[in-house]
């Protein structure tokens, strides 16, 4: 039986980065298809996917005869697979780190949605505005409060869902701040979670890119 993640382009797809990154940190084997979601080929390209995958999106894991749609899915899926091993085994803890996954999922309550995971990688990023550092501070202080309540290094104790579905944010973020000195814990949370070799695999192929430039960056 085949396992094949259709992932999306590395410096513009975050959603498959967070399901990739579950499935590596789960140790499951798989086969990767990029599929190019960057313009003219972008339309053609998830039309594919919509033959096979009703919401014609990225990421998709097809599983032999199943088809696992949306990267939530996947990273549950990845962890069902392992044994539980990206979730806490406590009920609390584990509901705490499905709470951080789903306001992730859900968009996070659109914080700095202009500051886009594609920006993270632009040679010339902007300063944030006054705005976008009061809602970046606002999610620094909720990861240092989970911080502090589990006493770390990562936001429920051990690696979870929950830190890998905050990749792509900790990286928009981190990208664009101008000082972290004001949350430490995270701080340090953020970089014991770039630099694990998973993200760092990734990050270095999508760092090879061209730039997805996007219009309302500089709005
Ligand atoms: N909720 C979905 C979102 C997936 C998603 O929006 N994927 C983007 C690429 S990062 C995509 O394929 N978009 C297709 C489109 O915009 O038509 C998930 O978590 O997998």
New binding site residues.
Partial sequence: MTRTLYS?TKN?????F??WLALKEAGIPFDELVVD?RRPQRFAN?ARIAGFSP?????VLVDGDTVI????AIMEYANDLCGGNLLPKDVKARARARSLAAWQ?AGLSGICSRISFESSFYPDRRPMTDGEISESNRIFSVWEQVLSQSNGPYLVGDLSLADLCFVPTVLRLTSHMPSLEMWPQSQRWAKVLLRRPSVQEWLAEASALPPVALDDYRE
């Fill in positions: 999306g513009a797809s975050s959603w498959a967070r399901a979601i998830l919401p014609g999106a990225v990421p749609y949306d990267s939530l999922h």
